[in-house]
Every structure is written in C-alpha cells, then in structure tokens.
C-alpha cells in the first residue's frame, strides 16, 4: 500500500536523521560495521525514492485513463447529438441541404435525396451543389443569400417525378474564414400553385360564360324598349332570345352548384337501395322534348338486375343526366341514343360491379381532345362538332367528380364522325343474392 505524504515525509526525515548520526559513529565503529550502517540507509532511502517514483507513475497514469475516459463520453455526446440532429433532419418533410463556403453540399436529409438524387445510393455530401442541382435560378438565390443574408423565390424545377414548383429559401450563417456557409431549404408547392391556377381559371372562364348569355339579354332588352310595339315578329324572336339566355344561366348556376357540392370536403358518399330503371326511365321523359326535336330516339337495355343497386342515387342520376345531355346533344338527327346496363361478374365477391355503356351514333371526339374533356369548361369547336346548342363545358366535370364520390371510373371510346361511346363503372353495387334470385 503507497504511503501518505506526511508519513513518507516523516520517515524520510527519520532515515536522514539515522545518517547525520552514522556519520558521528562512523569514526568509533569497526570498518564492516560502517559499511553495513551505511548500506542499510542507503537502501531505506532508496527503497523510499523508488516507491515515490512508482506512486507518481500511478497517479499519471490513472489521469490519464481520466482524461480518455472524458474525451470518449464528450465524443459519445456529440455522436448522439449528431444522430439526434440528423434524425429530426429526415424527419422534415421537405428537403434542407446545407453548404459550405465553397458550395459542396456538407449535410442532405432524407427528404432531399429523395427530390435531388431519387433511386441512388450514393451520398449527396460532398458533392457541389452545381453538380447535383443546375438550376441556375436556384443558384442565384444561393448566392443572393451569400451576399445579402436570407432570401426567398419560387422555382419550377424538372424532377424525375415531372415538373416541380418550389419555394426556395437560402440562408448564411458564418462559416469560417472562407466565408458564409448556407442552409437551403425546398418546399414543394406545386399542388396549392396548380389549385391557385385552377380556381384562378375558373372564376375567370365563369365569369365568360356568365358575361355571354347576359350581354345578350342586355341587348335584347334594350332593342326591344326602341322598336316598342312596331314590330311583333322582332320582339317575338328578342323575347325568345331572352328566354334561352335564361335557361343557359339557369343551366350555369345549377351545373356550379353540382360542381361545388362535390368538391367540398364534405361531399360524402350516401348508398342506399336504387333503381336504376327508374332513374334511367325519368331522364329518358326530362330529355325527350329536346330529343324529339331532333327525331332522337332514348333507347334503355339494362340487366334485371339492376332494379336493386347499392349506391348514392343523387350522385348517380347525376352522371347520367350529364351523359345523356352530351350524348343527344352531340348525336346526329335522326338516330338514337343508347343506355346499357350490365352486372359485371366478379367471382365470389358480395358485391358485383355495374356498367353502364352510354352510346351515341354522332360526330364523336377527335383522339387529341379526348384526354381534355374532362376539364371545367372545355368544349369542342362547335362549328366542328356539329352541335347548335351549346353547353356549359362542365358536365363531364361533373361526372368525373361524381364518381370519384362513388369510387367508381369512366373511359372514353369514340371514333371521329361515327360516335361516342361512355363507359361507368361501379364497383360492388350489385348484391350477390338479387344476383343468384335473377
């Protein structure tokens, strides 16, 4: 056992004092005896300096094995602070890089490779920015923000995905004596910026088709206060022009009021028992006075099936009120418009599927357009579909959204100058026991 300080002091000053008094001895003692006396000091002393020596070796050491022992919790600290740091990184939906002085990328979340580098494996850091984002509009917002501090544009990018717009945001932050480091942070607000642009279309294309029909009213109104009683023919046909205008804006307001309702949030799904025959055989009686006019005739094939379908009946009378009104409007004269039911057999299912074929024998849809038709207020030439009335441009719209509502789909078939021909789908709408009773 190392001894304390004070007693290896005091018996240090012990062995001392034992050599002063072997010197005043030394000259009385036989000559063997002083070199026995002085070897024996000689030895405690060194006995003394050697357990000194060793019990300093010790102490360094142990402060040593301190000193290793606090360097590896403070790396152990920054390792977990690291790990914290990058996980609550990848953890942000949007991507944030960050640079150094010099433009390499120093730290990339998940989020960022994902946008920048999607499929690879390999590590954006230490790559240049330049290399891994040439968007020079990107860039000049980087390095506005090298020189002026935080800095904010938006972007459209080119990603694998398609094209992309982005907010971008830059920020420095010291980086060293080469200069500002930057943080880069992405938001992809493509859909809120498509949305914007949508409803910006479509207040301005409501406002057209609004702004048509009154004008005319307007003109109207105002000739027939001039001619006054001289003329009953002109203020018969103004009166009448008035009237259809009328009808189109009524026709307007209710087509937007369908489309509101089935874009709000609320819009739910509502099934109950419907029959289809008689959905289908009172849309056959409200367009029959426009159809007879043309000599177009409403014809119904639908599956027995069918009296019974599980179903919203609002939202499907809705489709097909809209697809009916496009298929006469747009069949020739003299021909007929067909509605086909069928029960689409889906195994052992407990519910079966319901198409319905609605099928016109007219100018049909050119192959460029057919992908369009669907848009809010797009409409053919009606010069080139042949068609003297006009509609809305939103009743495919409409369709569309109804039968997102119902989980269901449409496909277009039409050959140009020979028909058209819609296709729903509605999944599991048929029982399988009115199925097995048929």
């Known amino acids: 056992m190392p001894l304390r300080p004070k007693a290896r002091a005091g018996?240090?000053?012990?062995?001392?004092a034992l050599g002063a008094l072997w010197l005043s001895i030394v000259p009385a003692l036989p000559a063997p005896a002083a070199i026995l006396a002085g070897s024996l000091a000689l030895l405690v002393a060194g006995g003394l300096f050697l357990a000194d020596a060793r019990d300093a070796e010790r102490a360094s050491?142990?402060?040593?094995?301190?000193?290793?022992?606090?360097?590896?919790?403070?790396?152990?600290?920054?390792?977990t602070e690291r790990e914290a740091l990058r996980a609550i990184l990848d953890a942000v939906e949007q991507p944030v890089v960050a640079l150094d002085a010099a433009g390499f990328l120093t730290v990339a979340n998940r989020s960022a490779a994902a946008l920048l580098a999607?499929?690879?494996?390999?590590?954006?850091?230490?790559?240049?920015?330049?290399?891994?984002?040439?968007?020079?509009?990107?860039?000049?917002?980087?390095?506005?923000?090298?020189?002026?501090?935080?800095?904010?544009?938006?972007?459209?990018?080119l990603t694998a995905s398609g094209p992309r717009i982005l907010e971008v945001q830059a920020e420095a932050y010291p980086g060293g004596p080469r200069g500002p480091a930057i943080v880069l942070s992405l938001r992809d607000v493509t859909e809120q910026a498509t949305a914007l642009q949508l409803k910006t279309d479509f207040v301005a294309n409501a406002s057209h088709e609004l702004r048509t029909p009154l004008t005319s009213i307007k003109a109207a109104a105002e000739t027939l206060d001039q001619i006054g009683d001289e003329s009953p023919e002109i203020r018969r046909r103004l009166i009448s022009l008035i009237g259809s205008n009328a009808e189109r804006l009524e026709e307007l307001a209710r087509d937007l009021l369908d489309l509101s309702s089935l874009e709000s949030p609320g819009a739910d799904c509502l099934p109950e028992h419907v029959d289809l025959f008689e959905i289908a055989e009172q849309l056959r009686e409200m367009f029959h006075p426009i159809a007879e006019q043309r000599r177009i005739s409403i014809r119904l094939e639908l599956d027995e099936r069918l009296h019974e379908l599980w179903t919203d009946p609002r939202l499907v009378r809705l489709v097909l009120r809209n697809l009916l009104d496009n298929a006469i409007k747009f069949a020739y004269d003299d021909t007929?418009?067909?509605?086909?039911?069928?029960?689409v057999e889906a195994g052992a299912a407990q519910r079966l599927d319901t198409r319905i074929d609605v099928i016109d024998r007219g100018i049909g849809i050119p192959i460029a357009l057919q992908q369009r038709i669907f848009e809010r207020f797009f409409q053919a030439d009606a010069a080139r579909s042949g068609s003297k009335s006009r509609g809305t441009g939103l009743g495919l719209a409409i369709v569309k959204h109804a039968l997102r509502a119902l989980g269901g789909s449409i496909q277009v078939a039409s050959v140009w100058q020979q028909g058209t021909t819609m296709t729903v789908l509605l999944p599991a709408s048929v029982e399988l026991a009115t199925t097995e009773s048929g």
């Open 11 to 16: 018996l240090l000053a012990l062995v001392v």
């Open 61 to 79: 050491e142990a402060e040593r094995r301190r000193l290793a022992l606090e360097a590896d919790a403070r790396r152990a600290e920054r390792d």
């Open 118 to 157: 999607p499929g690879s494996s390999r590590p954006l850091t230490g790559a240049p920015l330049d290399q891994i984002l040439p968007d020079e509009p990107i860039l000049a917002i980087v390095r506005a923000a090298a020189d002026q501090g935080l800095t904010r544009g938006q972007v459209r990018l």
């Open 336 to 343: 007929s418009v067909l509605v086909r039911g069928t029960v």
